[in-house]
């Protein structure tokens, strides 16, 4: 029982503290942001283009536009892949509830985060609230409970506990 607890607790807290990292995150102003994800974006040059500063001024800012973009959107589904990684565990950790339940739980937590955590953007200068920001957060967090849930599955599956609703700690 006080094992149950410890768990419940320890995801939570988890799941809490990633959601506050995020909210950190968002709240950088567009330069603090672009500061971070040019720094990322720079190193990624330096290995991908060993001749980088030979190129054109029109190439280079083509190579740095398409870098950015895929470490930005990169960025948002790997910070919700965590957090529906933590909001599945945290859900699983309690022992109420069937497994479907608990991934759709998971779900909308993170969906309903994603959604606030757009509209938090909205108001950070310089920041903006996009649909498709959403659409690759959620996408991220739905794929970590998708996977997460079905090697669950496995495991129960291979115990023979598929019909039961023990929980996996």
């Known amino acids: ?14 799941l809490l503290g ?18 971070v994800s040019g720094g990322i974006v720079s190193k990624l040059i330096a290995v991908f283009y060993n001749k980088f500063d030979l190129l054109s001024d029109e190439k280079q800012a083509e190579i740095t536009g398409i870098f950015t973009v895929i470490v930005r959107k990169s960025a948002h589904f790997l910070e ?10 945290s859900a699983v950790s309690y022992n109420k509830y ?9 779900v909308v937590v993170c969906v309903l985060y994603s959604i606030s955590d757009e509209i938090h953007q909205f108001f950070v200068p310089g920041r903006a609230c996009r649909f498709m920001d959403i659409c690759i957060d959620s996408a991220g967090s739905i794929t970590a409970i998708l996977l997460l ?4 599955y496995k ?7 598929t019909n039961a609703k023990k929980e996996i700690n």
Do not use: D, H
Not at 1 to 14: C, H
Not at 18 to 31: D, E, K, L, P, V
Not at 149 to 152: E, G, I, R, V
Not at 155 to 161: C, D, M, N
């Open 1 to 14: 029982m006080a094992r149950f607890k410890i768990n419940v607790v320890i995801w939570y807290i988890l």
């Open 18 to 35: 990633w959601m506050g990292f995020i909210f950190i995150m968002s709240a950088q102003t567009s330069q603090e942001s672009s500061n």
């Open 80 to 89: 919700y892949f965590v957090l529906g990684v933590f909001s599945l565990l």
């Open 98 to 106: 069937s497994y479907k339940i608990k991934g759709i739980y998971a």
């Open 149 to 152: 849930s079905f090697l669950f």
């Open 155 to 161: 495991k129960r599956k291979k115990s023979g506990e």
